[in-house]
């Protein structure tokens, strides 16, 4: 199977169903056509999202779709359990036993009316990672041509280690933006960028929106959204494509409009200064 890379920017569908709009298969179908129309081909999702229920809505709307399914990339995750109307554990736990892996792939590929996943995520690290085991299940997925490519999800630099005893990761998606940097600084970036594993950004915008910003760092982006010819989102996605980690950021927004501007945010070469001085700005205090 050829590989198609994924967009720069990757839809988010966490909120299209019952965790936020709630939208019909026609509501969902127009939205996947917007996004690839504006320029984003992927889309991220989970297993899970929705009390496990998105996931299949979301792939009655790409059926009724107008799209080729060879146009673009779709993203799923596997291995948390939680305690839903649809299951029932215990406790919360987290599963990567080859019988669950496979579970999962063949449950997403029947969601998503379709024959392979592009990209398959490990959704979050567990103590109880066997790397041989995920390994030989991985490479027997990629042989029946279910899987193209694998990788992990808020993984640190020795949990990729560990699985990459058996099997390549290609991809690593982390919550990463202007308010939670921490990946500038503990090494899982540098490493992606050593190992050419390809990174996602969960949660881009940060918490910009959600909470009281410091004064400096709002009037730092206002100033800067003057000089980019910018709106404040696509200043926030362009500190993060300016990182060499060649960072793809997942946005959850459903707004025609945002969307439309995140693939702007693309055109703008942010100055190094203009970068250093919004992470002082975030951080608080000045670069050591």
């Not at 579970?103 to 990672?129: A, G, Q, W």
């Not at 404040?232 to 980690?245: F, G, M, N, R």
Request: include cysteine; aromatic fraction near 10%.
């Amino acid at each position: 199977m050829n590989k198609i890379l994924p967009s720069k920017i990757i839809s988010g569908i966490m909120s299209w169903g019952k965790w936020g709009k709630k939208f019909s298969t026609n509501q969902m179908s127009e939205l996947i056509e917007y996004n690839f129309n504006a320029g984003i081909n992927s889309f991220d999702s989970a297993d899970i999202y929705g009390d496990y229920s998105t996931e299949n809505e979301f792939g009655k709307a790409l059926s009724a779709s107008n799209l080729q399914r060879e146009k673009l990339v779709l993203i799923t995750k596997c291995g948390i359990q939680f305690t839903s109307k649809k299951e029932q554990f215990e406790v919360k736990h987290y599963d990567y036993s080859s019988k669950h892996i496979r579970f999962s792939v063949e449950k997403s590929l029947k969601n998503l009316k379709t024959d392979y996943i592009d990209v398959f995520l490990l959704h979050r690290p567990s103590p109880l990672m066997n790397p041989e085991e995920i390994g030989v299940t991985i490479s027997k997925l990629k042989e029946e041509n279910k899987i193209k490519s694998f990788g992990v999800s808020n993984f640190n630099m020795s949990q990729i280690s560990l699985i990459q005893k058996t099997t390549d990761v290609e991809w690593n998606q982390i919550e990463c933006s202007i308010s939670k940097n921490q990946a500038l600084d503990n090494g899982v970036l540098d490493y992606a960028i050593k190992k050419k594993i390809g990174i996602m950004a969960w949660g881009p915008l940060g918490n910009y929106y959600k909470k009281t910003q410091e004064k400096k760092l709002q009037l730092l982006i206002n100033s800067l959204s003057n000089k980019y010819s910018a709106n404040e989102d696509q200043i926030i996605i362009a500190w993060l494509l300016k990182h060499p980690a060649k960072i793809h950021p997942v946005v959850g927004s459903t707004n025609k409009q945002r969307i439309s501007s995140y693939i702007k945010a693309i055109e703008i070469d942010m100055d190094i200064i203009d970068w250093f001085a919004i992470l002082e700005a975030s951080r608080g205090k000045k670069v050591p």
